[in-house]
């Protein structure tokens, strides 16, 4: 098994390829140890000594290493975990382990299809793009205008995600919705 690495806007986070499909559906975040228990490969990457966060996609695995952890003494050690877990035949979620379908928080009321917009536009513009650099975003909520969304992955505390939400994203749903007037992350949930 050959897993290949990428870098992420997020010096702290690294991607993992391995090849192979790592969820079918949806994706999985794990910001801590607490609940890594839902998934057998999680639990595995958070032995790793300096492993603070890590996330799913469809065919990458991101790992989050602590500030004081360097990558080329950790990173041997998380390829070996990565190595391991897929040959051990283990499920990458524990068995009744809930996973996200859209992983967009549910809306309705008077607001339903702003927020169907936005859902809509955030699937077919936003994500494809972030899931190329190891993160998600996903929607939280809409009031008043402002449009609340949840960073993912490396998307988590990558020093330019303030910049990817407020120039890229605000200004693409501004352009396309009306209603919107402004994009705010959410902390971690």
């Known amino acids: 098994m050959f897993i290949q690495t990428e870098s992420t806007p997020n010096p702290a986070t690294l991607k993992f390829l391995p090849g ?9 975040d794990f910001p801590s140890p607490e ?16 492993v603070t966060g890590v996330f799913f996609g469809n065919d990458f695995v991101t790992v989050t290493k602590s500030e ?11 390829l070996g ?12 979620m524990a068995d009744g382990a809930e996973q996200a ?9 008077e607001d339903a299809e702003v927020v169907g917009q936005i859902k809509e536009l955030l699937d077919t513009r936003v994500r494809p793009a972030v899931a190329q650099d190891g993160g998600d975003i996903t929607f939280h909520g ?12 490396a998307c988590a505390g990558c020093p330019s ?24 992350p959410v902390g971690v949930l």
């Open 20 to 28: 192979q499909t790592v969820l079918e559906m949806g994706t999985a």
């Open 35 to 50: 609940g890594a228990s839902a998934s057998p490969l999680a639990t595995r990457l958070f032995a790793v000594d300096g």
């Open 68 to 78: 004081a952890t360097e990558w080329d003494h950790v990173k041997p050690a998380i």
């Open 81 to 92: 975990a990565i190595m391991e877990h897929f040959q051990s035949g283990q499920p990458i």
């Open 101 to 109: 379908g859209s992983g967009h928080a549910d809306h309705s009321g």
């Open 142 to 153: 809409f009031e008043r205008g402002v449009v609340y969304l949840h960073m993912q992955g």
């Open 161 to 184: 995600s303030t910049l990817t939400l407020k120039m890229g994203i605000e200004n693409l749903l501004r352009h396309y919705i009306p209603e919107v007037t402004e994009v705010r």
